[in-house]
């Protein structure tokens, strides 16, 4: 059944009357409009502005706390703390516990607590290797307090430290200091989407569609928003950038599409459900690492189905319909390929693991390259650039990774001259601006059009260039809602971003921390792609980009982004809230609506 | 894990890249946003690449252009239209130093903060009703200008009329032009008469003739010790270099009043071998008649004059206004101001004001001035362009007008009929008027460009 069918059925008979009269009721008030509309841009940019700088604000004042897990009790006389799940134990500077003797490796051993509390320790290839109460570690092997261990010839008993200790450790810590309430921030957000709804109607006509779709989001917003604060949290700036970049997500589809809506609350719906769910599900490290390989196989079978099977739209052939939905199998091929990328630090030191992911990656972007979309493409690659060098810390691997590719760059461009066009028309859009240069050249006029105010959401022109709505994002911000909030909205992205780097001290699991990164990566090359693929000095995104519009399901594409960027602060929130059992564990939140994000920006697995 | 969580700071290349490019974009905004608005692909402004906002009107509020049904309109008169065409440019852009193309942003109301929004179209589709958009007053009047244009009667050239003391541009008709109510399709090769599209005051250069006379003058008052010693043999035609310099008349014995008065091209054929080639080219340079400036942002054509050897004839024909000599018209008024005012031009400007469709003024225009000569020089070529009407021109030609003028009836050769030239001044302070009239292949300077000079300023005196 497709949307116009819902919606016909949906709509009863009384209703056309009524929307003819508040159509007309909209119509006799134009001039009041006219006079409101200054107004509402204005108030709707510092609204905009609060909310980014509020959360930015809030994001980075909080203080990492270090908390301690385990001692070990030197032979020397030293006390060292244990302040995270991973620790490296070695000479090296960059280890976790640091045991400065020459007769220590560099990265010697690593010392690993469990979900369940218990902990491991594993020898990291060692020269001397790792006793374990006398005798030698062969891998790996679980360590309990009291126990001995032998590094380098330094005998060292391990600690672990109670949980009656750490509710002390935690009392003591005091209170955090919370300068910004995250509940005015969310009413902020909330009349931020009222304005944009009304300004909607205004341009657009009335639209039970937007009407009920911004109610939707309403809605949603503040039923998380509960459920969080019954679960005690404080913090949800990371959330809350969230919603506000699907608000503009939201503005900007209901603009180019009237059927848009409908399918955008679908999405955010769909989006926040799967949210939840990979969030209660992944909080088990065991469980997430073991979805790994299956994960990564089933990627690799959905590409070769869509290889087989897709269709092509927009030049890529990036595209499968399933019941009626068509969608983007990259959208859910990220999501896998976050995790798949993810490792624990026991893991991270054998080369073998790099090398294999290094295959997996080889050909989830070969397929994406030969299906023509050179845009996820592209993405893909900058995430894998990003674990593989958090992976392996190595640039001569990084190095060999990149020749690789630009080699295969050259083979591209020889076999597809139209992207060497496009790279030719760098610096001088305006000189092809009716051929290569259409989009770019459109995009920035509309968008200087509208200054740092905007038209208003629903009232730009560069909605009706094909593919504006996904591709153009940025100039229908820009035209719509003003360069103010179009800078707001790469704000947040970089402010998730930075967030993701601050955070990952305070990760668990290094599996957690490049997931994370790995997420954020993606959204911010993603961003890149769309702002830079639309203006001049950079070939425009269309052909390289995937296209997405307006139907269609997006399937969680940044879900995983979102929710390995909570992920990695789980134990930041320790000392906020009780540990509490359930839904909502400690701190995993992971971000809902990246669906919002990803109507926001392209690669939205939607069809034309 | 700190071993990761150093890695980590690889994220934060990638941000400042973003950032960086953010930066990028954010600058070019700042400096290229008018450019990028007035791009006639942009529908908040432009319906098939036509402005369709903004009003262009005269300094007396006559309305030149407007916005109708969502489509660009003229004035009604037919006459007013031909006469302002190329001041007011056309709806399609052809004429690139029209109003229409040259001051965009202005018309659309363009600014970084508000951008279009204000006095843009916000409903696209709907149709717009020229309440949008600014209106820009230029400093035209039409009627002076339809004086103009009908003086000309339909033959091609320039009539330009400014006020030396604010510089304000009273009249700018350019010939041949079109209705543009009504343009030509340009369909067919040869179809569309050349040059309509071109503004000959601003765009054009063309050979000067005698009106280059006065240059040589102010060199020669500035370098001869006595200018008023000066006597000159004129006996029709002499020989000089080995190449005959031809005059108008006889005219005998003649000083420096009388030859420019007379046009004696021996006499100046004579000047210009004392005063050598690289004096008259630093003159023609000083005077701006060999470079380029900006009319409201609009550039004028840089003339051209070539230093010749001495000893040549060429030399002696440069100094005539002959030789390579090519002045563009609107850069001759810069000249006359300067004259008319002690020495100083004040540059010609084409903007009076611009206001907010409600009234409300923006924008600010601010004369700019350049001392060409000094103020001895400038009186001293003023009394002798006096002298000249009076004594050679006549008076009664001229009836009511205090004026100040120079002839000048250029050759250019190829069988065709010469330029006529008619520049100068009127010495009225009621009506600070410079003038430059062409008529290209017109004939006589004096009857034909005087004719319609006469006319055009009759006019002017009168309102």
Sequence with gaps: MSTAELIRRINLPDLSTLNQRLDALIESRASLFAYLMPVFRVISIILAVLIVCRCIRSLLQDRIEPETWAYLDLSTGERLPVRHWENVIGRARSSDIIIGLPTVSRSHSALIRGEDGGWQITDLGSKSGTLLNGSPVVRKAPVVGGDVLTIGGVEAVFTPVSPVERSEQAAARGKPGRGIRPSTTFFLLTAFQWIIETELICSLGFSWPVILSFAALNLLMWIYFAVIRALRRRGFEAETLCFFLTTLGFSVAASASPDAPVKQTAALTAGLVLFIGLSWYLRDLKRATALRWPMAASTLALLGINMIFGETIYGARNWLTIAGFTFQPSEIVKIAFVYAGGATLDRLFARRNVYLFIAFAGACIGALALMGDFGTAAIFFAAFLVIVYLRSGDIATIAFVCAGVVLGGFVVLSIKPYIANRFAVWGHVWEYAHSTGYQQTRTMSAAASGGLVGFGPGNGWLKMIAAADTDLVFGMLCEELGLVVALSAVASVAALCMFTVRSASAGRSSFYVICACTASSMLVFQMMLNVFGSVDGHPPERQFCCKASSKGKNVGQHVPAVNAIRGITRRRYSGRFRAGPGLFPTGTVRHPAERGYARFFPCGGESP | ?463
């Design chain 2, 1 to 463: 894990m700190k071993k990761i969580k150093q890695r980590t700071a690889a994220l934060l290349l990638l941000l400042a890249i973003l950032c960086l490019g953010m930066g990028i974009y954010v600058t070019r905004y700042l400096t290229n946003g008018d450019k990028w608005a007035a791009f006639p692909v942009n529908r908040h402004a432009f319906s098939n690449g036509e402005l369709t906002v903004g009003t262009v009107l005269d300094r007396n509020g006559v309305v030149l252009s407007d916005v109708s049904g969502g489509q660009r309109v003229f004035n009604e008169s037919k006459a007013v239209r031909r006469s302002v065409l190329h001041a007011v440019g056309d709806s399609a852009g052809f004429i690139g130093t029209g109003a229409l193309s040259a001051f965009k942003p202005v018309l659309m109301g363009y600014n970084p903060v508000t951008g279009v929004t204000l006095t843009g179209n916000t409903r696209i589709g709907s149709a717009a009703d020229g309440a949008n958009g600014n209106r820009l007053y230029l400093t035209l009047d039409s009627s002076l200008c339809v004086a103009a244009y009908k003086a000309l009667d339909g033959r091609n050239g320039v009539v330009l009329v400014s006020n030396y003391r604010t510089g304000e541009i009273l009249c700018m008709v350019s010939s041949p032009g079109f209705d543009p109510s009504d343009p030509p399709k340009s369909e067919k090769e040869g179809s569309v008469p050349d040059g309509i599209y071109i503004n000959k005051a601003l765009s054009s250069k063309f050979v000067p003739g005698s009106i280059f006379k006065l240059v040589t003058t102010a060199a020669a008052v500035e370098h001869i010790d006595d200018p008023d010693e000066l006597e000159f043999t004129c006996e029709g035609e002499k020989i000089v270099c080995g190449e005959k310099i031809v005059c108008e008349g006889v005219h005998g014995t003649v000083g420096i009043e009388d030859a420019l008065a007379l046009s004696c091209n021996i006499a100046y054929a004579e000047l210009s071998q004392i005063l050598g080639g690289e004096l008259l080219k630093e003159y023609a340079d000083r005077f701006g008649l060999t470079s380029g400036f900006s009319v409201n942002g609009i550039k004028t054509a840089a003339g051209y004059f070539e230093a010749a050897a001495d000893g040549t004839a060429g030399l002696s024909w440069s100094g005539i206004g002959q030789y390579t000599d090519l002045v563009n018209p609107c850069a001759m008024l810069r000249l006359m101001e300067a004259i008319a005012n002690n020495g100083k031009a004040v540059t010609p400007r084409i903007i009076g004001k611009a206001t907010t469709s409600g009234g409300f003024p923006i924008g600010l225009w601010l004369p700019e001035s350049e001392r060409l000569m000094s103020k001895e020089t400038a009186t001293a070529l003023s009394d002798m362009m006096r002298y000249n009407v009076t004594s050679v021109y006549g008076e009664k030609n001229f009836p009511g007008l205090e004026i100040c003028a120079k002839t000048g009836t250029a050759q250019v050769g190829d069988g065709k009929k010469p330029h006529a030239w008619f520049v100068g001044f009127l010495r009225n302070e009621d009506y600070p008027y410079a003038f430059v009239v062409l008529v290209e292949n017109g004939g006589s300077g004096r009857t034909v460009a005087g004719g319609v000079a006469s006319k055009v300023l009759q006019a002017a005196a009168g309102n």
